[in-house]
């Protein structure tokens, strides 16, 4: 499916839950990193911000710290459930909204101490803290009694993205592929848990993606190929053994989803077949960036004039157009996520 398709038939969705009136889901938050970070790293003390041109160049209230072009993955989701884009969670004082924050940060992993070496990012742990604050401090002021904020919070959608930067920090090199995948799968379940303990439900994880294929590892290391498939053959053990785990948690907590979003083989597919997804180049940035393609933009340099047939915005990030194809194929497409978005705002 093209990726011009793609953005029309999310503009179908988007235009009939808005005729429609209600949203179909009463909130959506977000928690990852860079890949879902929407500006919450834009007020912490670290050097991994997007909040300069070229990012946002396509995004229509310009560089608000996505590490990207344009529109994230929850973006395109928050258009088909008739919400807005949730904001990200730090850039809030007084007043939650309703409908759903952002507490992704850029850099950070699974693992407390990934990315700390760039200064501070939320860990999912943080990041759980703070929807726990929100839970517990802001949304009751929004119901009138704990049971109907239960039913906001287990009718309200989950996505979370994390994990890559975790297999490039220094800790991934002290344990065994194996060992390493289970010990993220572990850390993973137990966060998980506390998502449900404060009421979540319906959770969508989605995998951690091919990235032996980015630019900043297929320039700094020798492969055939496209790709360097040693690093995609880590992360394998980790995707490999999470839907077991998420079924697992469906099974065992009461009226929970667990859904897998399986991105990896998809976003694998886009790379070795770009035209399948009206894409041209799969291999090279975007934008210039520092250190020959391998880091994040240079600020005020103009992209290159088409990133929407790019699959690669900076030397890790990824352009609007391969969000907008993970996005609608998790919406309607069961091979990537089962049960789909469609099916979920319904159970």
């Not at 003390?45 to 946002?56: D, I, L, M, Q, R």
């Not at 597919?269 to 020959?292: F, H, Q, R, V």
Request: with cysteine.
């Amino acid at each position: 499916m093209s990726a011009l398709i793609i953005f029309f038939s999310l503009l179908q969705y988007h235009f009939i839950s808005s005729v429609c009136g209600a949203p179909l889901a009463p909130a959506l938050y977000v928690f990852g990193d860079s890949l879902f970070d929407s500006g919450n790293n834009n007020i912490l003390p670290t050097v991994s911000k997007a909040n300069f041109e070229p990012y946002g160049v396509d995004f229509a209230k310009g560089d608000t710290g996505r590490f990207s072009n344009g529109r994230l993955v929850p973006d395109f989701i928050a258009e088909f459930l008739g919400l807005p884009y949730p904001p990200p969670c730090l850039s809030f004082r007084i007043s939650t909204p309703v409908t759903g924050l952002n507490y992704a940060s850029a850099s950070c992993g699974i693992l407390s101490e990934t990315g700390q070496i760039l200064g501070k990012c939320l860990s999912l742990d943080n990041q759980i803290d703070l929807f726990q604050r929100t839970v517990e401090s802001s949304l009751p002021n929004h119901f009138k009694d704990p049971n109907e904020l239960m039913d906001y919070l287990s009718k309200s959608i989950l996505v979370v993205g994390i994990g890559s930067n975790d297999y490039m920090s220094d800790t991934s090199k002290q344990y065994t592929p194996q060992e390493f995948a289970q010990l993220l799968l572990d850390k993973l379940s137990l966060n998980f848990q506390r998502l449900y303990n404060l009421g979540a439900r319906k959770v969508v994880m989605f995998e951690i993606g091919p990235i032996g294929c980015i630019p900043s590892m297929t320039r700094t290391n020798q492969h055939n190929g496209k790709c360097v498939e040693e690093s995609n053959q880590l992360v394998a053990y980790f995707n490999d053994n999470l839907l077991g785990m998420l079924q697992n948690l469906t099974s065992t907590l009461p009226n929970s989803i667990f859904v897998r979003g399986h991105a990896y083989w998809l976003a694998y597919d886009a790379i070795m077949n770009p035209s399948k997804y009206g894409l041209l180049d799969t291999s090279n940035p975007c934008c210039e960036t520092w250190a020959n393609g391998t880091s994040a933009c240079i600020p005020k340099l103009k992209p290159c004039p088409n990133p929407d047939q790019h699959f690669f915005f900076d030397g890790y990030h990824l352009t609007e157009s391969v969000y907008s194809v993970l996005a609608s194929h998790c919406i309607g497409d069961r091979s990537v996520c089962s049960p789909t978005l469609k099916e979920l705002v319904k159970m």
